[in-house]
């Protein structure tokens, strides 16, 4: 079992940052395919990035190529997600999302076994 908190939401202005944290229970962080996904008011959830285990491996949705970055500290539990150039349809509360041992990342919500409970990121315009 893994446990997921995430933090580091807020409200900020349309061209801001915001740096995501995520951090997980257990001692085996680095066997654990990590993704964000967000889901906006009255939307459909949706993946953001995800990352391999080791993080060399990274995979980003088109919206937000080149404006977010995701990594990982796997001494410290913890996935990141640093978010530039934000804009307001990047309004959505922020997902973390584990993935059982031995399987890849991947952009599917339903091939994630673990969930936090979410962050809210507000960007004004």
């Known amino acids: 079992q893994v446990q997921l908190v995430e933090s580091g939401g807020g409200l900020v202005q349309a061209g801001g940052s915001l740096r995501l944290s995520c951090t997980a229970s257990g001692r085996t962080f680095n066997s654990y395919a990590m993704g964000w996904f967000r889901q906006a008011l009255g939307k459909e959830r949706e993946f953001v990035v995800a990352i391999s285990g080791s993080g060399g491996s990274t995979y980003y949705a088109d919206s937000v190529k080149g404006r977010f970055t995701i990594s990982r500290d796997n001494a410290k539990n913890t996935v990141y997600l640093q978010m530039n150039s934000l804009k307001p349809e990047d309004t959505a509360v922020y997902y973390c999302?584990?993935?059982?041992?031995?399987?890849?990342?991947?952009?599917?919500?339903?091939?994630?076994?673990?969930w936090g409970q979410g962050t809210q990121v507000t960007v004004s315009s």
């Open positions: 999302a584990a993935r059982s041992p031995g399987y890849r990342s991947t952009g599917w919500s339903r091939d994630y076994n673990y």
